[in-house]
Nanobody, 125 residues
Framework: QVQLIESGGGLVQAGGSLRLSCAASGRIFSNYAMAWFRQAPGKEREFAAAISWSGGSTTYADSVKGRFTISRDNAKNTVYLQMNSLKPEDTAVYYC??????????????????WGQGTQVTVSS
């Protein structure tokens, strides 16, 4: 059973930066695509960023493109989300997800079958 543990969330002012980390165990990490999703209060969970098994391909939601960068270190079984130029509308619980169905950077929630517990990101104006 795969386990995903996120860290790095917190409170930051608008325009600031945060880096989220997601440590994985229990699955051959390097074989699978990874992604970050987020859920704001009162809203549905939405896609933020995804990365292919090798790290060679990434996909971003339009709302974060140019500000967020997803990366992975397969030697450390860890995926990262570098978030720059943060806006109040980025406030959400951020979830790390792993897929054993695909290896490409797919933005579709249904292909991700393992999820972390989430980490809160709050951006103040």
């Amino acid at each position: 059973q795969v386990q995903l543990i996120e860290s790095g969330g917190g409170l930051v002012q608008a325009g600031g930066s945060l880096r989220l980390s997601c440590a994985a165990s229990g699955r051959i990490f390097s074989n699978y695509a990874m992604a970050w999703f987020r859920q704001a209060p009162g809203k549905e969970r939405e896609f933020a960023a995804a990365i292919s098994w090798s790290g060679g391909s990434t996909t971003y939601a339009d709302s974060v493109k140019g500000r967020f960068t997803i990366s992975r270190d397969n030697a450390k079984n860890t995926v990262y989300l570098q978030m720059n130029s943060l806006k109040p509308e980025d406030t959400a619980v951020y979830y790390c997800a792993s897929s054993q169905q695909v290896r490409r950077s797919v933005p579709t929630m249904s292909v991700y079958d393992a999820w972390g517990q989430g980490t809160q990101v709050t951006v103040s104006s």
